[in-house]
């Protein structure tokens, strides 16, 4: 009885077998441990009641184990096994053991520990990092090996902060709980950038952390220098670049689908598949820009520069060196370095000479040169470069009769003219005007950032009567002063014109069926409502502007209803 007591209180398992292996004792903490009951292990033979067990073993060998771990039902057991011996003879063996899982799990996170701490400390040794972390007294828990070996000190652990860090914050961020980001921190002649965190759990601070941010702040400051030089780099780049450098539009940007415009789109477009020189003819405001740029990019100089010069923008002294460059002390006054000509500046793209009737007859004569030798010697040099440009060139004015006059060389109109776009104004295309209108109007739109529905149909009837002493370009002011005026409308109405548009639109009001008086009565309120919406309802501006005076304007308001246009 007693022995059983003892054995059922004490903390191991015990496991014994005779000689025969056969289970003789198997007290409380197995039954518990293993999960098997006392009834299915006592007087069973070892082998049957639990698989690969150590006792076997031990009763062959006759050789004590101690201290071993094994695993059964996921659970790990630190078990001794000993023979029974007498006179040498082995006549059973006895297995203690206990149930170590939670010591087991705990040295595994130990372990984990220890591997992620060895992590931190490569990571913050192998960059360098000078990093320290203090415990809510301000003691110096853990230092990086780079920071130790800066300040000195290579014990530093279990030392106070201030003791070891000159001008240290760790104690103030301690005590606020607040982290703190660059801070200008000197030690010794060093001025460093420091981070420092504050490590709370549950609103506790338990430690901190400190981080040195920047080393040595010259290291910004050359930073900084260099960050400035190349930002002026770019800046240059950029500008040189919005120099009209890279050409902005592309065929469809032309829009139309009138005959006309389509022949010389056409007619554009077999000129992309070749190098031959452009000369592009038209009104003001007709799209040559447009097609210059389309020409460019959709030809196999795409990628290459496209640059713009307006010839009669320049004056005539500069022309020169601005189209051709100068050498560095060519003249008094030349800028150190010389200047890259526009010439060369396109060479492998497309050079386009806008306005080039107003190019004065002496620099017609180098073009013409440059052009036929295809390569060009800058002002004041003796160095003569090759060069590998396309021109194309356009003007609004009568070319072919200022070549009659003798204002226009006619060797270089020949060289310019081999491919030749005349544009239509667009009073030529009248159907092209409601899609160019709407065009222009999502670019506006674009650009103003605004929203615009449509035009309405009564608006629209105004612009395709009216004759476009502008083209496109007009067409593209009329728009954006229509989009500038609306208000809480979504439609641009003849309302949103200029008086000028509706005026001309009046006076060609078509031959109606009716009386002539009602038709100039019909024309008479219009003009009134359009002066007065175009004043803002000012009675006194719009009688002035209008010829009459103030009580003959007044009367005609009354005649024809329009005092909601007064203003108010
Ligand atoms: N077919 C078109 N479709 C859409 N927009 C056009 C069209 N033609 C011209 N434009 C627009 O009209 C404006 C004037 O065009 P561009 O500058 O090419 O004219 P231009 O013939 O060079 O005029 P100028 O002789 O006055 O310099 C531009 O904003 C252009 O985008
Ligand atoms: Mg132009």
Redesign the pocket.
């Known amino acids: 009885m007693i022995f059983n007591a003892v054995l059922d209180n004490t903390t191991d398992a015990i496991v014994c077998v005779d000689r025969h292996k056969k289970i003789t004792i198997f007290n409380e903490k197995a039954v518990k441990l293993l999960g098997i009951e006392w009834e299915e292990a006592i007087g069973k033979n070892l082998s049957e009641v639990i698989k690969n067990c150590g006792i076997c073993r031990v009763m062959e060998t006759g050789e004590k184990e101690i201290g071993e771990l094994f695993e059964e039902n996921g659970k790990f057991f630190r078990v001794n096994r000993y023979p029974v011996k007498e006179a040498g003879e082995i006549l059973g063996a006895v297995s203690f053991f206990r149930d170590v899982t939670d010591f087991k799990i705990m040295s595994n996170k130990l372990e984990e520990d220890e591997i992620y701490i060895n992590i931190v400390n490569t990571l913050l040794n192998t960059f360098n990092e000078w990093m320290v972390v203090v415990d809510e007294d301000a003691k110096i828990v853990m230092m990086s090996k780079g920071y130790k070996e800066f300040i000195g000190d290579l014990n530093p652990e279990g030392k106070y902060v201030w003791d070891v860090i000159e001008n240290t914050r760790m104690d103030i961020v301690l005590k606020t709980g607040e982290k703190e980001f660059g801070d200008i921190q000197q030690i010794g002649d060093n001025k460093m950038i420091a981070m420092r965190m504050p490590l709370k759990k549950d609103g506790k601070i338990y430690g901190a952390i400190g981080k040195v941010v920047l080393k040595d702040i010259s290291e910004l400051d050359f930073l900084n220098k260099k960050l400035n030089v190349l930002e002026k780099e770019v800046e240059y780049y950029k500008s040189e670049l919005g120099k009209e450098r890279t050409a902005k539009?592309s065929f469809d940007?032309?829009?139309?689908i009138s005959r006309k415009?389509n022949d010389v789109k056409r007619i554009a477009q077999r000129a992309t598949k070749t190098n031959s020189n452009v000369l592009?003819t038209?009104?003001?405001?007709?799209?040559?820009?447009?097609?210059a740029h389309a020409i460019h990019s959709d030809s196999d100089r795409r990628l290459g520069p496209f640059v713009k010069i307006n010839c009669a923008a320049i004056p005539a002294e500069l022309l020169e060196s601005e189209l051709f460059g100068y050498e560095e002390g060519a003249f008094t006054g030349a800028r150190k370095g010389g200047k890259r000509g526009k010439f060369l500046l396109a060479d492998k793209g497309t050079i386009f000479l806008?306005?080039i009737g107003d190019m004065p007859l002496k620099m017609q004569a180098k073009l013409l040169r440059v052009i036929q030798e295809k390569e060009i010697e800058s002002v004041g040099g003796n160095k003569i470069h090759e060069l590998d440009v396309r021109v194309i060139a356009?003007t609004?004015r009568d070319i072919e009769k200022m070549v009659d006059e003798g204002t226009f060389r006619e060797d270089l109109y020949y060289r310019l003219n081999v491919v030749r776009l005349r544009?239509p104004s667009l009073r030529e295309r009248k159907e092209?005007i409601e899609i160019?209108a709407k065009?222009?109007m999502k670019?506006v739109e674009t650009r103003l950032g605004v929203h615009v529905e449509g035009i309405s149909a009564e608006a629209l009837k105004h612009l395709v009567a009216y004759d476009w002493p502008g083209?496109?370009?007009e067409?593209?002011n009329i728009i954006e002063r229509a989009l500038n005026m609306l208000e809480s409308d979504l439609l641009i109405r003849p309302e949103h014109f200029p008086q000028k548009l509706l005026a001309q639109n009046a006076r060609t009001y078509a031959c109606p069926d009716g009386q002539l008086k009602e038709i100039l009565a019909d024309i008479e309120k219009e003009i009134i409502k359009k002066t007065l919406i175009e004043h803002e309802g000012n009675k006194n501006k719009a009688a002035r502007i209008l010829g009459i005076s103030r009580t003959c304007l007044y009367a005609k308001i009354e005649r024809y209803r329009l005092e909601r246009y007064l203003q108010q």
Do not use: P
């Open positions: 539009y940007n032309i829009a139309g415009i592009i038209g009104e003001s405001g007709t799209g040559k820009e447009l097609f806008d306005e356009a609004n544009l092209d160019i065009n222009l670019k083209n496109a370009r067409l593209e």
